[in-house]
């Protein structure tokens, strides 16, 4: 396992400020109130802890196949139905959303090989990323991929608490399935609009992994 490159700044910071805040402790709480200040120290570390586990990048064998959708995420899928598309396509496409919790890996995969046709970046909300108007209102990355003709469009999605989407794609690129695509900082969701005919092999509410399970084929 390795931490993201994404999380460096942040985990320093970190680290700075809970060595003051123990330090602090140990001189001025800690004579007085002991209980207290373990309290403090155990907090402090146990929220460092989080903070490096959120921005972990573990060890996994890809899932690798052509004609195969691969999760873009880690998470819950939470919606798979066909909806009317509100960008880039005008059309009718099926729909399957993916909830990232704050304990769930959030880098961010391409979940096909292909080209991408579209980046685009949308500010918005912060509405909590299981609500239905997340994935038009709330801030969001889209990106188009498009492999043999066929295209699909995947939604960078941020919520309550992720306040930073990072995108590493623009037009032109060719890109590899399971190769990082982004990155969304502290619980957000990811959406997927697919051609109707896509084969979908995952079911509500089950768990993902991203460049690891796959949601189905096209």
């Known amino acids: 396992m390795r931490i993201h490159k994404e999380g ?29 200040g373990w309290i403090i120290a155990i907090g402090t570390v146990g929220l460092l802890i989080f903070i490096l586990s959120f921005f972990r990048i573990p060890r996994r064998t890809h899932a690798d196949g052509e004609d195969l959708i691969v999760s873009p995420c ?8 066909e909806v009317q598309a509100d960008e880039y396509f005008n059309d009718r496409r099926l729909q399957l959303s993916i909830f990232m919790s704050p304990l769930n890996v959030h880098v961010n995969r391409n979940p096909v090989t292909g080209e991408v046709i579209y980046s685009k970046y ?40 992720a306040k930073r989407i990072v995108n590493y794609l623009k037009p032109g690129d060719q890109v590899q399935q399971g190769s990082e695509m982004g990155f969304i900082k502290f619980g957000s969701r990811v959406d997927l609009l697919l051609p109707l005919d896509a084969k979908i092999e995952v079911k509500m509410n089950q768990k993902v992994k991203g460049g690891v399970t796959v949601l189905g084929k096209w």
């Open 8 to 36: 460096y700044q942040f985990i320093f910071l970190s680290i700075v400020v809970v060595a003051v805040v123990n330090l602090l402790t140990l001189f001025l709480v800690s004579p007085r109130y002991p209980v207290l």
């Open 74 to 81: 880690d998470g819950t899928v939470v919606v798979i139905e």
């Open 122 to 161: 949308h500010p918005g909300k912060y509405l909590v990323a299981w609500h239905p108007k997340s994935s038009s209102d709330n801030e969001r990355h889209s990106i188009v991929y498009k492999q043999h003709g066929k295209e699909m469009l995947v939604k960078q999605i941020a919520g309550a608490l």
